[in-house]
């Protein structure tokens, strides 16, 4: 059974930080590209930021340049999101998920996701 668990969310004061995980399972983790998307009340999700297969690159939104970094553990089938200096604006529910078939440029392209977590909350307060 193919799985992808976020974890870590929360309710942080401005300016705080988290680190985020998501724990996959049941494929071959290697060979998929995985990535954070975010989804705020009333919005469309959008991508955070990428980290392709085998970390051979990274990729994140211009919003969270320079905050976020996107990390992978390939022994613990496990790829990480540390957010620093946090800002309201970032309060969204966060989503992991894997894809197949990317290998560069645009990552933010929903269809090109095969697989998808739950979402954990993320919650920034001022």
């Known amino acids: 059974e193919v799985q992808l668990v976020e974890s870590g969310g929360g309710v942080v004061q401005v300016g705080g930080s988290l680190r985020l995980s998501c724990a996959a399972s049941?494929?071959?983790?290697?060979?998929?590209?995985i990535a954070w998307f975010r989804q705020a009340p009333g919005k469309e999700r959008e991508g955070v930021s990428c980290?392709?297969?085998?970390?051979?690159?990274?990729d994140y939104a211009n919003s969270v340049k320079g905050r976020f970094t996107i990390s992978s553990d390939n022994a613990k089938n496990t790829v990480y999101l540390q957010m620093n200096s946090l800002k309201p604006e970032d309060t969204a529910v966060y989503y992991c998920?894997?894809?197949?078939?990317?290998?560069?440029?645009?990552?933010?392209?929903?269809?090109?996701?095969?697989?998808w977590g739950q979402g954990t909350q993320v919650t920034v307060s001022s």
């Open positions: 998920a894997a894809s197949r078939a990317y290998s560069g440029g645009d990552y933010t392209a929903r269809r090109a996701y095969d697989f």
């Open positions: 049941g494929f071959t983790f290697d060979d998929y590209a």
């Open positions: 980290i392709s297969s085998g970390a051979a690159g990274t």
